[in-house]
Nanobody
Framework: VQLQAFGGGFAQAGGSLRLSCAAS????????LGWFRQAPGKERNFVAA????????LYADSVKGRFTISRDNAKNTVYLQMNNLKPEDTAVYYC??????????????WGQGTQVTVSS
């Protein structure tokens, strides 16, 4: 069971980045997938999540209207399109998988993080 996130990097405020998370085996099949982020010295916070079929999504208020989560089950991949980035979006972003769609951090499987840095 592995989740591997990539696509982080640097962006200017107002710019865009797209994160991807590739999952293998049981971490993907039938599971909801979520993105969380953790800024230095802060707790890990929920960003967005999507159910297995892709017809139900959750977003943190801070990213609504700017971020879009999607998934391609044929490619075992979940995406996070981040538009209109703000400096406060700077964090390490983690993908996670669980049977239940949730905005809580109680996900069963976690990938390594990918750094996103937004300059003002």
């Amino acid at each position: 069971v592995q989740l591997q996130a990539f696509g982080g990097g640097f962006a200017q405020a107002g710019g865009s980045l797209r994160l991807s998370c590739a999952a293998s085996g049981r971490a993907f099949s039938g599971h909801a997938l979520g993105w969380f982020r953790q800024a230095p010295g802060k707790e890990r916070n929920f960003v967005a999540a999507i159910n297995w079929s892709g017809d139900s999504t959750l977003y943190a208020d801070s990213v609504k209207g700017r971020f879009t989560i999607s998934r391609d089950n044929a490619k075992n991949t979940v995406y996070l399109q981040m538009n209109n980035l703000k400096p406060e979006d700077t964090a390490v972003y983690y993908c996670a998988a669980d049977w239940r769609l949730s905005d809580q951090a109680a996900y069963s499987y976690w990938g390594q993080g990918t750094q996103v840095t937004v300059s003002s």
